[in-house]
């Protein structure tokens, strides 16, 4: 038997709000799951929060990397 630890890590980011336009919201998604490790994002403009679930630790340079590529401000963890 195969089991995997998956780690679910919230993100309060300041720059989504409620009026994100949903290309905006899409960004933030396609850019997040292309870093390693990263298997599922679930993105909450009105609590101005992204979870991102993860199959193991995360690189966070390339968290902030990813936000940053798609147009994110702060973000703090």
Wanted: glycine fraction near 6%.
């Amino acid at each position: 038997m195969i089991t995997t630890a998956y780690s679910l890590v919230a993100y309060d980011v300041s720059s989504l709000t409620p009026e994100t336009c949903e290309h905006c919201l899409a960004a933030v998604r396609s850019e997040l799951i292309q870093v390693p490790g990263v298997v599922g994002v679930d993105v909450t403009p009105a609590r101005s929060r992204v979870s991102v679930l993860a199959d193991g630790r995360l690189d966070q340079e390339l968290i902030k990397e990813a936000f940053a590529a798609a147009g994110c401000g702060a973000v703090d963890s």
